[in-house]
């Protein structure tokens, strides 16, 4: 996670700015973090991911969002923008904002060598407290790897995870199959010895 940008911001003014704001910056407890610039895998990933799922929900009450959506973890201290989101029938904003969703359905982050402990521990932890979350999926993007924690009827994240190009998974809260194939299409892996040159989103 990047470092904060100021000292303690209300979650108001936070809003306010991010608003009018020229670049995306999250929000924790207070603290404002500014997001760089993603890798050309990351960003064929997010599109590959989001025009499969838009594809398949078009005929559905449901809505592929791409990473320009803010989710709001927390009123009080916790705003992301995660790099693709699913909503299902009404869409639910917080107050009278058109530009944070409170309701995801299902969430997807993609993994750089920088964040990819965050993304597993810490964010996830503070997503496991949005109600109307089902599915919470990692994409690598240096390997064929995903890995999908679906929340079960007993309340339990359940990890359940692909490794090869020919996998194919089914995300239960939408009724939707994605495939590797499409999830990785035209991504081309970096060495592994680069990985650390990645972005910090």
Request: hydrophobic share 35%; charged share 25%.
């Amino acid at each position: 996670m990047a470092q904060p940008e100021r000292g303690y911001v209300s979650p108001e003014a936070y809003l306010r700015m991010e608003r009018n704001a020229e670049s995306k910056n999250e929000y924790f407890n207070g603290d404002i973090f500014a997001m760089t610039g993603a890798s050309f895998n990351h960003n064929l990933i997010a599109v590959n991911i989001t025009s499969s799922l838009h594809g398949a929900l078009q005929d559905s009450p449901c809505y592929a969002l791409a990473s320009d959506m803010k989710i709001q973890v927390d009123k009080a201290k916790h705003y992301v923008y995660p790099d693709v989101s699913i909503v299902c029938d009404t869409v639910e904003f917080s107050g009278e904002r058109d530009d944070v969703v409170v309701n995801p359905i299902v969430l997807f982050e993609i993994l750089s060598a920088a964040t990819k402990d965050y993304d597993r521990g810490s964010k996830f932890m503070a997503y496991r407290n949005v109600i109307s979350l089902r599915d919470y999926i990692l994409v690598d993007q240096y390997s064929f790897h995903v890995e999908h924690f679906q929340k079960n009827d007993n309340g339990q994240w359940v990890l359940d995870e692909y490794k090869s190009q020919s996998d194919a998974f089914i995300i239960k809260s939408l009724g939707v199959k994605l495939s590797l194939q499409n999830i990785y299409d035209r991504v081309k892996f970096e060495d592994h010895e680069r990985r650390g040159m990645d972005e910090t989103k």
